[in-house]
C-alpha cells in the first residue's frame, strides 16, 4: 500500500533503474510529469513508471498488486 506515503518514504529506486516518470489523480485529467520526491500518493492514483520487468514486478507486490 502506497497511498498516503511519499516518493522519497516509499525508496523505490534504490538500484537507479526504475523511474516514476508521472503521476495522475483518480478524479483528475491532469498529469504531474517528474513528481518531486515528496509527492505524496492517494488511493486511486495511476503511476507512469519505468523499469526493467524484475524492478516491476517488485514494484506490483510493493503496492499490494
Known sequence: ???????R???LNT???LL???V????S??????PSPDTMFEVGDT???LAPAKEMEQLRKHCGM
Open 24 to 27: 495522475q489523480r483518480r478524479d
Open 1 to 7: 500500500e502506497i497511498a498516503g506515503k511519499n516518493l
Open 15 to 17: 538500484t537507479g533503474t
Open 20 to 22: 516514476v516518470l508521472a
Open 47 to 49: 503511476l507512469f513508471v
Open 9 to 11: 518514504d516509499l525508496r
Open 29 to 34: 485529467e491532469e498529469i504531474d510529469y517528474v
